[in-house]
């Protein structure tokens, strides 16, 4: 079993910043990949960012450039740095990781860009 605990969630107006960060316990080391998804309203949940255990690291087109993943495996936490924020960032966002055969999930943290 794997915990995810986020934090970081907020409002933040158009053009700012927030961190997100997923702490990660219980059986962490067969984790392969941490990644964030999120959720806006009437929308499905789509990949924001992932990344993988040897460093790789996926992004969603609409936020290249601006959003970045990090993962301190001492810390057993992943973030995501959100750069240059837009009103269509706004979305509940969770985090997630994957075993191999299991999925795991966070419980979401609501991100509002909106001046």
């Known amino acids: 079993q794997v915990q995810l605990a986020e934090s970081g969630g907020g409002l933040v107006q158009p053009g700012g910043s927030l961190r997100l960060s997923c702490a990660a316990s219980?059986?962490?080391?067969?984790?392969?990949?941490m990644g964030w998804y999120r959720q806006a309203p009437g929308k499905e949940r789509e990949l924001v960012a992932r990344?993988?255990?040897?460093?790789?690291?996926n992004f969603a087109d609409s936020v290249k450039g601006r959003f970045t993943i990090s993962r301190d495996n001492i810390k057993n936490t992943v973030y995501l740095q959100m750069n240059s924020l837009k009103p269509e960032d706004t979305a509940v966002y969770y985090c997630?990781?994957?075993?191999?055969?299991?999925?795991?999930w966070g419980q979401g943290t609501q991100v509002t860009v909106s001046s």
């Open positions: 997630n990781a994957f075993t191999g055969p299991t999925e795991y």
């Open positions: 219980g059986t962490i080391s067969r984790i392969a990949v």
């Open positions: 990344i993988f255990t040897g460093g790789t690291t």
